[in-house]
């Protein structure tokens, strides 16, 4: 069964800063999608940032860009300039390209991210 | 285009009763999947609905069942009602299944269980 770990449960940026948030995972899997996701207090969960784990470029999406290291089964989470609005839980999650439990996201515990005035 | 709309956003229930939840997903998409998130447990994948056939389910007991309509419409019900199945239950819904294709979530449903 794969494993998401966010080791980091809290972290806190100023406003306009960089901040990089961290989460590694485990599978014997070769294919297989991976994604950040944001939950403010709305509760909503909303799509940040997808990657393709057979693609070596990192996705980027306007501040919000990724390091996937798939050797060291490594996925981090950098928001650039960062503002009051991504004050949120960060969770990310693991979806397998393996067909019939390709429907189900595994996630990680969350990162609450705090932004600083 | 409306996103995914669930309902009640919030329900209060006591223990034995039952429960159903509604989950109406964005206009042309086909697949339906459910989430439970607790702070104890996090997030865990329930079940995954596509043309009305349950296609994957997660390790629940029993008493979480559900369905989904000609319409794309999905409900997700829970008999015998226990404390522990106090959460926010999450809906997402995709065009297809398959994991090329992204998940977009409702805001949930906040269950408490008295």
């Known amino acids: 069964a794969q494993t998401v770990t966010q080791s980091q449960p809290e972290m806190s940026v100023q406003e306009a800063e960089t901040v990089t948030l961290s989460c590694t995972y485990d599978?014997?899997?070769?294919?297989?999608?991976l994604f950040w996701y944001k939950q403010p207090p709305s509760r909503q969960m909303i799509l940040v940032i997808r990657?393709?784990?057979?693609?070596?470029q990192n996705a980027t999406e306007n501040r919000f860009s990724v390091n996937f290291q798939k050797a060291a089964k490594s996925f981090s989470l950098k928001i650039s300039d960062s503002q009051l609005g991504d004050a949120a839980m960060y969770f990310c999650?693991?979806?397998?390209?393996?067909?019939?439990?390709?429907?189900?996201?595994?996630f990680g515990t969350g990162t609450r991210l705090q932004v600083m005035l | 285009k409306a996103g995914v709309t669930q309902t009640p956003r919030y329900l209060i229930k006591t223990r034995g009763q039952q429960v159903t939840l509604s989950c109406s997903p964005i206009?042309?998409?086909?697949?339906v999947s459910w989430y439970q998130q607790t702070p104890g447990q996090g997030l865990q994948f329930l079940f995954e609905?596509?043309?009305?056939?349950?296609?994957n389910k997660g390790n629940f007991p029993g008493r979480f069942s559900g369905r989904q309509f000609s319409n794309s419409r999905s409900e997700m019900n829970v008999s015998t009602l226990e404390l522990g199945d106090s959460a926010l239950y999450l809906c997402?819904?995709?065009?297809?299944?398959?994991?090329?294709?992204?998940?977009?979530f409702g805001a949930g449903t906040r269950l408490s269980v008295l």
């Open positions: 997402a819904s995709s065009l297809v299944p398959g994991a090329q294709n992204i998940q977009y």
């Open positions: 206009s042309g998409h086909r697949s």
């Open positions: 990657q393709e784990a057979y693609k070596q």
């Open positions: 609905y596509f043309s009305e056939t349950q296609r």
């Open positions: 599978t014997s899997e070769s294919d297989y999608y």
């Open positions: 999650a693991y979806r397998s390209a393996v067909s019939g439990t390709a429907s189900k996201l595994t």
